[in-house]
């Protein structure tokens, strides 16, 4: 049987027809006129966040601030607003103090009330121009003291301390990024201003204070910046030849910390052996003392002195002394008159002292009863200001007052019996003796604030590192809950804290 196949029938389309819409009027308005209304109504709403939204929202003066050399801070009304060059927002219908600091130059200042309007400030904003053009300075090591200062506590610390004011424009970038790029930002911001030299030495001061991989790989990177032709090693090279020159020590530092395969390239050669002669300390012997203001001051006349040597450094002959020194540690007794004759420093004024950055939250909240004990909870702005005071005191007005350095205590003959030292103990003594012609409680009772930030290498005297700005101080001794210490140990305290186990003494020089 033969089976066919349907055939389909074909699809006819309809009749195509005109098809019309037609809108019907609304509350008796023909469409021809509401949508003309309605298309109105969209292009006034557009013309309207165009040209008056923006300024209602956001009426005042757009701030642009350049200055040379670039990279200073700008602050509106005591706060924080940006770093030149910078473009800053000032709400219309008020009066803003601004202020811009670059370390090392003078302080630029103005007063400007800001102000506004409504129309077009989206394409047409109010706008005012400060550009600050600074003199060379007399002294270009001011301009390289914050940026070493941050580079000092980084390189000591390995991680982070106080973190850079570009930072607070930067969030989002990886830990560590403001402590390796400060030194390369310094000298992006003063090469064609400071000669190279000048620069050079900057770079140079941040490679004597370098002691592990990250802080040698910004160094080379300034470096290289400063003297585009050469490569990392060659730089390296450079900066090895220039330190051998100055500071063999810190040369030697400074080659340890670099990477493996880049000591394999280094071309550099003569640094200074390991090991160290046997040599006896401590090296500085009281000549004599006197008396004032009811405390004895114990006088080391200036000498060569040969500092500690370990495994990685040599030791290096400095010198050191010239200077009277306190017998003991400044009692709460003499910083009780301190505080009368400076209320600014009582603990009434913790809050202000606080908010100043002088202080942290434990000023004074444990400082002794008893006046013969070391005065304690006193941070290290606070000492600073107590040197200030002793400086005005009946006798002593001939003398600047500080405190002692790190190596400084290391290299002092002190009347400490290992013994006897007040070491691993439940309690406090009281501070020293008060007529002694030697030192006391240099080791142990209560650790003491030193003038310096911890450094690596303690033959370092340059004055410049010595007396960096830093956030973190050395301290040294430890106290009666250390287990064993010496005077040459020293440990890192931020310069705020008020710890009830630091207390410090003080230093006389003659003017």
């Given at each position: 049987?033969?089976?066919?196949?349907?055939?389909?029938?074909?699809?006819?389309?309809?009749?195509?027809?005109?098809?019309?819409?037609?809108l019907?009027?609304f509350?008796?308005?023909?469409?021809?006129?509401?949508?003309?209304?309605?298309l109105?109504?969209?292009?006034?709403?557009?013309?309207?966040?165009?040209?008056?939204?923006?300024?209602?929202?956001?009426?005042?003066?757009?701030?642009?601030?350049?200055?040379?050399?670039?990279?200073?801070?700008?602050?509106?009304?005591?706060?924080?607003?940006?770093?030149?060059?910078?473009?800053?927002?000032?709400?219309?219908?008020?009066?803003?103090?601004?202020?811009?600091?670059?370390?090392?130059?003078?302080?630029?200042?103005?007063?400007?009330?800001?102000?506004?309007r409504?129309?077009?400030?989206?394409?047409?904003p109010?706008?005012?121009?400060?550009?600050?053009?600074?003199?060379?300075?007399?002294?270009?090591?001011?301009?390289?003291?914050?940026?070493?200062?941050?580079?000092?506590?980084?390189?000591?610390?390995?991680?982070?301390?106080?973190?850079?004011?570009?930072?607070?424009?930067?969030?989002?970038?990886?830990?560590?990024?403001?402590?390796?790029?400060?030194?390369?930002?310094?000298?992006?911001?003063?090469?064609?201003?400071?000669?190279?030299?000048?620069?050079e030495?900057?770079?140079?001061?941040?490679?004597?204070?370098?002691?592990?991989?990250?802080?040698?790989?910004?160094?080379?990177?300034?470096?290289?910046?400063?003297?585009?032709?050469?490569?990392?090693?060659?730089?390296?090279?450079?900066?090895?030849?220039?330190?051998?020159?100055?500071?063999?020590?810190?040369?030697?530092?400074?080659r340890?910390?670099?990477?493996?395969?880049?000591?394999?390239?280094?071309?550099?050669t003569?640094l200074?052996?390991?090991?160290?002669?046997?040599?006896?300390?401590?090296?500085?012997?009281?000549?004599?003392?006197?008396?004032?203001?009811?405390?004895?001051?114990?006088?080391?006349?200036?000498?060569?002195?040969?500092?500690?040597?370990?495994?990685?450094?040599p030791?290096?002959?400095?010198?050191?002394?010239?200077?009277?020194?306190?017998d003991?540690?400044?009692?709460?007794?003499?910083?009780?008159?301190?505080?009368?004759?400076?209320?600014?420093?009582?603990?009434?004024?913790?809050?202000?002292?606080?908010?100043?950055?002088?202080?942290?939250?434990f000023?004074?909240?444990?400082?002794p009863q008893?006046?013969?004990?070391?005065?304690?909870?006193?941070?290290?702005?606070?000492?600073?200001?107590?040197?200030?005071?002793?400086?005005?005191?009946?006798?002593?007005?001939?003398?600047?007052?500080?405190?002692?350095?790190?190596?400084?205590?290391?290299?002092?003959?002190?009347?400490?019996?290992?013994?006897?030292?007040?070491?691993a103990?439940?309690?406090?003594?009281?501070?020293?003796?008060?007529?002694?012609?030697?030192?006391?409680?240099?080791?142990?009772?209560?650790?003491?604030?030193?003038q310096?930030?911890?450094?690596?290498?303690?033959?370092?005297?340059?004055?410049?590192?010595?007396?960096?700005?830093?956030?973190?101080?050395?301290?040294?001794?430890?106290?009666y809950?250390?287990?064993?210490?010496?005077?040459s140990?020293?440990g890192?305290?931020?310069?705020?804290?008020?710890?009830?186990?630091?207390?410090?003494?003080?230093?006389?020089?003659?003017?």
């Amino acid at each position: 049987m033969i089976i066919k196949k349907k055939e389909k029938t074909p699809i006819t389309p309809p009749d195509e027809k005109e098809m019309t819409v037609k809108l019907k009027n609304f509350g008796g308005i023909a469409p021809s006129v509401y949508l003309r209304i309605f298309l109105s109504i969209l292009i006034v709403c557009g013309l309207f966040f165009l040209l008056f939204f923006p300024g209602i929202r956001h009426e005042g003066t757009v701030l642009k601030v350049t200055t040379r050399p670039a990279g200073a801070v700008v602050t509106v009304n005591g706060y924080y607003a940006g770093t030149a060059p910078a473009k800053i927002f000032l709400p219309a219908r008020a009066r803003y103090d601004i202020k811009i600091e670059k370390p090392g130059f003078p302080v630029y200042e103005k007063e400007i009330n800001a102000k506004g309007r409504i129309f077009a400030t989206l394409f047409f904003p109010v706008k005012e121009k400060i550009d600050v053009v600074w003199e060379k300075p007399a002294e270009p090591d001011l301009c390289s003291r914050r940026v070493l200062a941050e580079f000092n506590d980084f390189a000591l610390a390995d991680r982070e301390y106080s973190p850079s004011i570009r930072k607070q424009t930067a969030k989002s970038f990886e830990p560590n990024y403001f402590f390796t790029e400060t030194l390369d930002f310094f000298v992006r911001d003063y090469k064609g201003f400071l000669t190279d030299e000048e620069i050079e030495k900057a770079v140079l001061r941040a490679a004597a204070l370098c002691t592990h991989e990250v802080t040698t790989g910004a160094v080379l990177k300034a470096y290289t910046r400063l003297y585009p032709s050469l490569d990392p090693v060659e730089a390296a090279d450079a900066v090895l030849t220039a330190l051998k020159a100055s500071n063999p020590r810190a040369a030697l530092i400074f080659r340890g910390a670099l990477p493996e395969p880049m000591k394999k390239q280094l071309s550099a050669t003569g640094l200074p052996p390991a090991g160290a002669p046997d040599y006896r300390k401590p090296q500085l012997r009281p000549d004599g003392s006197f008396s004032a203001i009811g405390e004895r001051w114990v006088s080391f006349p200036k000498t060569a002195a040969v500092t500690e040597g370990d495994t990685l450094l040599p030791p290096a002959e400095i010198e050191c002394g010239g200077f009277w020194i306190q017998d003991r540690e400044v009692t709460a007794g003499l910083y009780r008159r301190f505080l009368s004759d400076c209320p600014e420093y009582s603990a009434e004024n913790r809050a202000a002292l606080e908010e100043q950055g002088l202080v942290d939250a434990f000023y004074l909240r444990q400082f002794p009863q008893d006046n013969r004990l070391p005065a304690v909870s006193v941070s290290w702005h606070a000492a600073q200001a107590f040197c200030r005071w002793i400086e005005r005191q009946p006798g002593l007005s001939g003398f600047r007052a500080r405190l002692p350095y790190s190596f400084e205590i290391a290299l002092l003959t002190a009347d400490d019996n290992p013994a006897t030292a007040n070491l691993a103990g439940s309690r406090v003594r009281a501070a020293g003796s008060p007529q002694s012609d030697s030192l006391r409680d240099l080791t142990g009772n209560v650790w003491e604030w030193c003038q310096n930030p911890p450094l690596r290498d303690r033959a370092v005297t340059d004055s410049f590192l010595l007396n960096l700005p830093t956030e973190i101080k050395a301290v040294a001794g430890g106290s009666y809950k250390s287990d064993s210490f010496s005077p040459s140990e020293t440990g890192v305290q931020f310069a705020v804290w008020s710890s009830p186990y630091t207390g410090f003494r003080v230093v006389l020089e003659k003017k």
